[in-house]
């Protein structure tokens, strides 16, 4: 069926980088544009990133911009989000989203430690 699941977080200290990963399945993919959003605990669900259907065009939040990249391929049905230079209010479950569809990923951790 329908399904997104993220993959590729984890622990890192300040300063260091992650990938994180959202596998697609059971729609066109490449039809979609794609989002990250990120919750941390006792803070609403924000939008992080945002990547069109072909990737020529991204935006994000203020607070990522220039450490982060978003990307996809399309061939692999798979989205990306390029973590650099991670801070620690950059801690939160991170979930990957397709809007237009109101489908979510189940999110994976992101842990940054001083």
């Known amino acids: 069926q329908v399904q997104l699941v993220e993959s590729g977080g984890g622990l890192v200290q300040a300063g260091g980088s992650l990938r994180l990963s959202c596998a697609a399945s059971?729609?066109?993919?490449?039809?979609?544009?794609m989002t990250w959003y990120r919750q941390a605990p006792g803070k609403e669900r924000e939008l992080v990133a945002t990547i069109s259907t072909t990737g020529a065009y991204t935006n994000y939040m203020d607070s990522v911009k220039g450490r982060f990249t978003i990307s996809r391929d399309n061939a692999k049905n798979t989205l990306y989000l390029q973590m650099n230079s991670l801070k620690l209010e950059d801690t939160a479950v991170y979930y990957c989203?397709?809007?237009?569809?109101?489908?979510w990923g189940q999110g994976t951790q992101v842990t940054v430690s001083s």
């Open positions: 059971g729609f066109t993919f490449s039809a979609y544009i």
């Open positions: 989203n397709v809007r237009s569809l109101g489908l």
